[in-house]
């Protein structure tokens, strides 16, 4: 044998074990199915639609920007009689004294110009109104949903489920789909997604026994439901509860650094979650905690109290979250933690299930259309190109072969449409086989020599076999770019037994024709 040949041929087989090894590993039965992963279409699974509500954010920014104007109006001695928000994106400063409004003025241009307008308030002599800008809204939204994105992959993707989708959704610019194929727990996973990790440290207004009494909330303030239990680790009853805090945190979940569920070792049975904060909120949270201590914090998770322990002591960098917590409990709410907090609360739209056995149906179907289009495809090579189109026939299948086995080695996940991505490719590897049989025939019809119009044959179809390809991948490109998780499917299936296609149909069966003429009389006619 040709030594060229003899490479071409061990490189060949080595492909071949490198596939079918990535295929069925070393066990084949209990590998071979393990090896692809299935999509939601397949493998059944649960379908989401959210809604983030920005507009929360948005109001988030306003209170908090609220606070840091009183705060840096207390400390430069500008005497005023209140900041209040009158909307999400507005807020009123009230009778400023008249001899400090430049001061003011300065004051607001140096430090909340770049994302506020500051106009004089209607109707007050001396007071002003502070508006958010409209392309500081825009920036607002659009970081919530980035934030969201990330911070919904990063907690999805912690409990282990395989290959979910998650991403933006439709016209609207708040929506967000997410798809959890079958493994892990579904109802678990929803339940991470919900709790929200909207982590806050709230100071209970001192006005509540007012409030209580009279019904009308002091400015600055909302009232948070929670359990009666909160920050109790002993009770068990659950009745609902109402807490007036201040409408801004001092701390939020964009603050920590950590969270970690323990034992407690006070109360055995119970578990809880100590937490770390940042350098910065540190150093906000140790005056905070030194000048209210024997006083209730309240800790708000997704709109309500979780827990409203009492501070003990001066509490800097680390702390902690005690309450009816199991081990289970414990470890979503840490996951949720760890992984970011949410810049705004979701909302349900849609919520689908996708049974196994549709999944199944579903496999079956197309495993089916699969295998017949391929005999179909045998057969008609066989009777139609003779032996030739035996050689045809090994490609197809080793096409496939690669096809699979590229799938199990990148982690691909194979969908419905990624099934029909499979029999196109069939479609393809016989196109391509085809041109380049044709092209043979035609070299043979003009006088040439089997050797000669075989290589002929190859190089005069080569161009047109990459051109074909390389448009078809392009296409199959912006379908991944563009398309949602079953249409990204379709997309990859396609790009891979295209791009295996190439190596079967010019590299494998040149070579598969190359060593047949090797071996063949230079007299005899080539079976094609």
């Known amino acids: 044998?040709?030594?060229?040949?003899?490479?071409?041929?061990?490189?060949?087989?080595?492909?071949?074990?490198?596939?079918?090894?990535?295929?069925?590993?070393?066990?084949?039965?209990?590998?071979?199915?393990?090896?692809?992963?299935?999509?939601?279409?397949?493998?059944?699974?649960?379908?989401?639609?959210?809604q983030v509500q920005v507009q929360e954010a948005i109001s988030q920014e306003t209170d908090q920007t609220i606070d840091r104007l009183a705060s840096q109006l207390r400390s430069k001695n500008i005497h005023y009689e209140e900041v209040r928000r009158i909307s999400d994106t507005?807020?009123?400063?009230?009778?400023?004294?008249?001899?400090?409004?430049?001061?003011?003025?300065?004051?607001?241009?140096?430090?909340?110009?770049?994302?506020?307008?500051?106009?004089?308030a209607p109707g007050e002599s001396s007071g002003y109104l502070l508006a958010l800008r409209p392309t500081a809204i825009v920036t607002i939204q659009q970081q919530t949903m980035q934030q969201t994105l990330e911070t919904l992959e990063r907690r999805i993707n912690a409990l282990g489920l395989t290959e979910p989708t998650i991403q933006l959704h439709g016209r609207n610019d708040n929506e967000i789909l997410i798809q959890l194929p079958g493994e892990g727990d579904p109802a678990r996973a929803r339940q991470v997604i919900q709790a929200g990790g909207q982590l806050e440290l709230r100071l209970p207004s001192q006005a509540a026994a007012l409030a209580a009494h009279n019904g009308v909330l002091p400015a600055g303030t909302e009232l948070v439901p929670g359990r009666s239990s909160a920050g109790s680790t002993s009770g068990s009853s659950t009745a609902e509860n109402w807490y007036l805090l201040d409408r801004a945190p001092v701390v939020t979940g964009r603050d920590l650094r950590s969270a970690q569920e323990n034992r407690n070792a006070q109360m055995p049975g119970q578990w809880q979650v100590n937490f770390s904060l940042s350098t910065d909120a540190a150093r906000r949270f140790g005056p905070f905690t030194?000048?209210?201590?024997?006083?209730?914090?309240?800790?708000?998770?997704?709109?309500?109290?979780?827990?409203?322990?009492?501070?003990?002591?001066?509490?800097?960098?680390?702390?902690?979250?005690?309450?009816?917590?199991?081990?289970?409990?414990?470890?979503?709410?840490?996951?949720?933690?760890?992984?970011?907090?949410?810049?705004?609360?979701?909302?349900?739209?849609?919520?689908?299930?996708?049974?196994?056995?549709?999944?199944?149906?579903s496999i079956r179907h197309g495993v089916q259309a699969s295998v017949l289009s391929?005999?179909?495809?045998?057969?008609?090579?066989?009777?139609?190109?003779?032996?030739?189109?035996?050689?045809?026939?090994?490609?197809?299948?080793?096409?496939?072969?690669?096809?699979?086995?590229?799938?199990?080695?990148?982690?691909?996940?194979?969908?419905?449409?990624?099934?029909?991505?499979?029999?196109?490719?069939?479609?393809?590897?016989?196109?391509?086989n085809v041109l380049?049989?044709?092209?043979?025939?035609?070299?043979?019809?003009?006088?040439?020599?089997?050797?000669?119009?075989?290589?002929?044959?190859?190089?005069?179809?080569?161009?047109?076999?990459?051109?074909?390809?390389?448009?078809t991948v392009v296409s199959a490109f912006f379908l991944f770019l563009f398309g949602t998780g079953p249409i990204r499917g379709f997309a990859v299936s396609l790009t891979i037994g295209l791009i295996a296609n190439l190596f079967t149909s010019i590299y494998v069966s040149k070579t598969i024709f190359q060593y047949h003429l090797a071996r063949m009389d230079r007299q005899a006619e080539l079976s094609i």
């Open 1 to 50: 044998m040709n030594p060229h040949l003899k490479w071409k041929a061990l490189f060949i087989f080595s492909v071949i074990l490198i596939c079918l090894f990535g295929l069925v590993g070393l066990q084949v039965k209990e590998n071979f199915g393990h090896q692809i992963k299935l999509g939601l279409d397949l493998q059944g699974g649960t379908h989401l639609i959210l």
């Open 90 to 120: 507005q807020c009123l400063v009230r009778n400023v004294a008249p001899e400090q409004s430049a001061q003011f003025r300065d004051l607001v241009n140096d430090q909340f110009s770049r994302e506020w307008d500051m106009t004089p």
């Open 290 to 361: 030194e000048q209210n201590i024997g006083r209730q914090m309240a800790i708000v998770l997704e709109h309500r109290v979780y827990s409203a322990p009492v501070i003990k002591n001066r509490i800097e960098d680390t702390g902690l979250i005690e309450g009816n917590f199991g081990q289970e409990e414990a470890h979503d709410l840490a996951l949720v933690l760890r992984a970011g907090a949410l810049p705004a609360s979701i909302k349900y739209l849609e919520e689908r299930t996708v049974g196994p056995s549709l999944g199944a149906d």
């Open 374 to 432: 391929l005999i179909v495809v045998m057969v008609f090579l066989l009777f139609y190109y003779r032996l030739s189109g035996a050689n045809a026939v090994v490609a197809l299948i080793l096409n496939l072969i690669i096809l699979l086995a590229a799938l199990a080695y990148f982690g691909a996940v194979l969908t419905l449409p990624g099934i029909a991505g499979v029999i196109l490719t069939i479609g393809m590897g016989v196109d391509s």
């Open 436 to 471: 380049v049989f044709e092209r043979i025939r035609e070299e043979l019809r003009n006088g040439k020599s089997v050797v000669n119009g075989v290589e002929s044959g190859f190089d005069r179809a080569f161009l047109t076999i990459i051109d074909t390809h390389v448009t």
